[in-house]
């Protein structure tokens, strides 16, 4: 049997067929990465990391694997184990600067990226760094109990600050994994089109009342908008790409796609400014100076089935069962036809 069939029907999932033939890693350097699959198969609770050496021969025929076109998928449930930090499933992945040398630990500075301004900013691998991205989302969780900001959403691409608990109990400010920023893509069921934006995400402690995500469109709205976008938005199953690009102490951001306009935005890391230029006066004065870095790209679920208090438990539906949620419309899923980790480049 040459081929294995990691679909039911077209109408469940876009990108529809999966072969064994050939892999992720075939078609895609993925020497720098680790990815995060919403499974168990070690059965210890929590969500399976393939490790970089692991990922190069790894696939799942219904969460990362290749489609008839050479293209990269990832799909999440809505109902599936999660990370130890979060209620959201994803299947994604997380940038490996050490590649295949294990004696360089995950936190360490040697595979992570660090801004400019980083008091020991000369010890790091890497300073700033690019990604770049050509995707489509082939379908997003259409069942909430609550309509709330990350209901109906998925996050294609982020940089993550590391959670360090040493740096924490220094005190000054860092070491609280945070985002300084998620690409999201958001279609409420109803709309004809969907919405491109990125938030920044206040770097203070978790249980500060002042921590939030500070949403910039792209195309369409902002996830607070529950207007249909029509025309000004990117419909299911349309290209765009996104470059992140952090040279010294700044974040350029650039987003493309066919028949739109190129939006362009820069923000410093390291300061309180943000990306109008304005000072914000909640976040942190030194922004993510102290911080260390990393890449993620793929599908990171952003409709919790967890129902309770705050913006970020929707209340989505789910049963834990694939077949059952899948042809529900439970999940989501993303397709990369691009994805390209380099150093960063001058804008």
């Not at 077209?10 to 990108?15: E, G, N, Q, V």
């Not at 790409?241 to 362009?264: C, D, H, P, R």
């Not at 913006?311 to 899923?333: F, L, P, Q, R």
Request: proline residues 4%.
């Amino acid at each position: 049997m040459h081929k294995l069939v990691a679909c039911v029907s077209l109408a469940l999932l876009a990108s529809a067929c999966a072969s064994t033939s050939e892999k992720p890693a075939d078609k895609f350097d993925l020497s720098h990465w680790k990815i995060t699959v919403p499974l168990d198969s070690d059965g210890n609770g929590k969500a399976d990391d393939i490790n970089t050496k692991e990922l190069q021969s790894y696939q799942h025929p219904d969460f990362f694997y290749l489609d008839n076109q050479g293209n990269l998928v990832f799909t999440s449930p809505n109902k599936a184990v999660t990370t130890q930090t979060s209620s959201n499933t994803r299947s994604e992945l997380r940038q490996m600067i050490r590649g295949l040398d294990t004696s360089i630990g995950t936190k360490s500075y040697g595979n992570n990226f660090a801004l400019a301004s980083h008091p020991d900013a000369d010890l790091f691998n890497q300073i700033g760094g690019r990604l770049d991205a050509t995707l489509k989302v082939n379908h997003v969780a259409k069942n909430a109990k609550h309509a709330k900001k990350p209901a109906y959403s998925v996050v294609v691409g982020q940089i993550h600050a590391g959670k360090d608990k040493e740096l924490i109990a220094e005190g000054n400010g860092f070491g609280y994994g945070n985002e300084p920023i998620k690409i999201y893509y958001k279609k409420w069921p109803e709309h004809n089109t969907g919405s491109v934006f990125w938030n920044y995400e206040r770097n203070l402690a978790k249980d500060d009342p002042d921590r939030t995500d500070i949403a910039y469109p792209v195309w369409g709205n902002t996830w607070e908008n529950p207007a249909d976008p029509l025309d000004d938005g990117i419909a299911l199953g349309e290209e765009f790409s996104y470059t992140i690009n952090v040279v010294g102490n700044v974040m350029y951001l650039t987003f493309s796609a066919a028949n739109k306009e190129t939006v362009n935005y820069q923000i410093d890391l390291s300061n309180n400014v943000d990306a109008y230029g304005e000072i914000d006066k909640k976040d942190n004065p030194a922004g993510y100076t102290g911080d260390w870095h990393y890449f993620k790209a793929g599908a990171y679920n952003q409709c919790s089935t967890k129902d309770a208090d705050g913006i970020w438990y929707a209340g989505c539906s789910g049963t834990g069962n694939w077949v059952t949620d899948k042809a529900n419309g439970d999940y989501t899923s993303v397709t990369f036809s691009a994805l390209t980790l380099s150093h960063s480049t001058q804008p």
